[in-house]
């Protein structure tokens, strides 16, 4: 059977983070976390993680500041934003400069999620 890659959905929202596991469950190895601090632990028992989606609100750690810390250890990952908001101009600043590979609107668009993470692991 062929190994699934792992996939870190960050969100403070519980029932996201469980219908994101749901949906995805068969397609990679779904980790999640609550917060940015959380996911940073997670990335470090999980080196493995090739894609992180992350929620941009978030209390404590929004997902931009998340991802530029975790970015600095783990910089062979392919980070997303998910945000429900407008999109910002740090945002837009973020994909230009190489944080981001790309951001979603919520709620998600499940086939252009899977779409844009087959599109980053081809690139890994």
């Known amino acids: 059977?062929?190994?699934?890659?792992?996939?870190?959905?960050?969100d403070d929202e519980s029932i996201n983070l469980r219908m994101f596991?749901?949906?995805?469950?068969?397609?990679?190895?779904?980790?999640?976390?609550?917060?940015?601090?959380?996911?940073?632990?997670k990335l470090k028992m999980h080196p493995d993680t090739a894609?992180?989606?992350?929620?941009?609100?978030?209390?404590?750690?929004?997902?931009?500041?998340?991802?530029?810390?975790?970015?600095?250890?783990?910089?062979?990952?392919?980070?997303?934003?998910?945000?429900?908001?407008?999109i910002s101009e740090e945002i837009t600043a973020a994909v230009k400069e190489g944080l981001i590979y790309k951001y979603f609107g919520k709620p998600f668009n499940i086939k252009e999620i899977e779409t844009s993470i087959y599109e980053a692991l081809r690139l890994l």
Do not use: H
């Open 1 to 10: 059977m062929k190994e699934m890659n792992t996939l870190l959905y960050v």
């Open 21 to 41: 596991a749901l949906v995805f469950k068969d397609k990679f190895n779904v980790i999640t976390a609550e917060s940015g601090y959380e996911a940073l632990d």
């Open 51 to 86: 894609v992180v989606i992350t929620d941009m609100r978030m209390p404590g750690m929004d997902g931009l500041e998340f991802i530029r810390t975790a970015k600095k250890e783990f910089p062979g990952i392919s980070f997303f934003i998910l945000t429900g908001y407008d």
